[in-house]
């Protein structure tokens, strides 16, 4: 089984910096991912780690520690248009056909 | 064509009714999914298929029947659903990697 945790929401100001925390248990860890969801909108891919270290795509960047089981999403230079949930999922190996688990999703609200 | 596509984009149905899902995409992706999501919830997984064949349901009640006539399209079919079954479907698809989300369908059922 797995068990994903995040905060449920934060708020930060424009052209500041915000970093969303995940830590997660599985039996059988094989990726994580972080989604980008505005409401009423479908879930957008930001990042995927699988080996431990930090991935780094313009604003936003990924780090990875699977030996801690923790993850976080940094985004900076925010804008308003990253008020949106983030969401952390989990992929298991043990598991046919690629499961991908989510956590609970932190909103984020920016305030200008 | 990087999209995943579903219909309806909204659907209501009494709770007697037959209705039905669909999702398609043409980016080669073998693995298909459902998820549903309830508001300011995360999307849970109910069905997984791998190569047109379902190789994960994750205990979902029988009125939801999954079909996955070939490798573009999957359906969800909806019968004798209940008023706690409204929430957005959302339709995935994977190469292995990361999964593709379709815009959903929002299903009220009264």
């Known amino acids: 089984g797995q068990n994903i945790d995040q905060p449920t929401e934060m708020t930060a100001t424009e052209g500041a910096i915000v970093q969303i925390n995940c830590t997660y248990q599985?039996?059988?860890?094989?990726?994580l991912f972080w989604y980008q969801q505005h409401a009423g909108e479908a879930p957008t891919f930001l990042s995927y780690?699988?080996?431990?270290g930090l991935e780094e795509k313009g604003r936003f960047s990924s780090f990875l520690s699977r030996s801690k089981g923790y993850s976080y999403l940094l985004l900076k230079e925010l804008q308003m248009k990253d008020s949106a949930s983030y969401l952390c999922?989990?992929?298991?190996?043990?598991?046919?056909?690629?499961?991908?688990?989510f956590g609970g999703g932190t909103r984020v609200l920016v305030k200008p | 064509d990087t999209e995943v596509t579903q219909t309806p984009k909204h659907l209501v149905m009494g709770m007697t009714n037959k209705k039905s899902l669909k999702c398609e995409q043409h980016?080669?992706?073998?693995?298909m999914y459902w998820y549903k999501q309830k508001a300011k919830k995360p999307p849970e997984l109910m069905f997984v298929?791998?190569?047109?064949?379902?190789?994960i349901n994750e205990s979902v009640p029988s009125r939801f029947s999954p079909e996955c006539p070939n490798s573009s399209l999957l359906n969800l079919h909806l019968h004798a659903l209940q008023p706690e079954d409204s929430a957005l479907y959302l339709c995935?698809?994977?190469?292995?990697?990361?999964?593709?989300f379709g815009e959903g369908s929002r299903l009220t059922v009264l």
């Open positions: 980016m080669g992706h073998r693995a």
């Open positions: 780690n699988v080996l431990d």
């Open positions: 999922a989990v992929r298991d190996k043990e598991a046919a056909g690629n499961k991908l688990t």
């Open positions: 599985t039996s059988g860890f094989n990726g």
């Open positions: 298929y791998s190569y047109e064949k379902l190789s």
């Open positions: 995935a698809s994977s190469l292995g990697g990361e999964l593709f």
